[in-house]
Nanobody
């Protein structure tokens, strides 16, 4: 069992940066692939970024490529999402998700564990 807690969200202006953290409990987290997703009210949850259990491979949605960076520190059981050059359209609740596996995963149904989310609001 893995429990995930997101933090680091907040209200920022366009062009600013934020770093989200996803802290995990559970001995198996270091062997889990992790993804970040986001959701705006009334819309489907969408993929943002993913990382393999080792951190050796990452994958990004086109909308955030070049601006967001996903990374992890398995010694701290934490995955990060560094968000730079934020835009108003990045406003959403951001969720981290985890699952066992050797790859990275981009679909909601591929993940077993989810956090409660953290709100990111970017003003213009």
């Amino acid at each position: 069992q893995v429990q995930l807690v997101e933090s680091g969200g907040g209200l920022v202006q366009a062009g600013d940066s934020l770093r989200l953290s996803c802290a995990a409990s559970g001995r198996t987290f270091s062997s889990c692939a992790v993804g970040w997703f986001r959701q705006v009210p009334g819309k489907e949850r969408e993929f943002v970024a993913a990382i393999t259990w080792s951190g050796g491979s990452t994958y990004y949605a086109d909308s955030v490529k070049g601006r967001f960076t996903i990374s992890r520190d398995n010694a701290k059981n934490t995955v990060y999402l560094q968000m730079n050059s934020l835009k108003p359209e990045d406003t959403a609740v951001y969720y981290c998700a985890a699952r066992s596996g050797d790859n990275y995963y981009t679909r909601i149904y591929e993940y077993n564990y989810w956090g409660q989310g953290t709100q990111v609001t970017v003003s213009s």
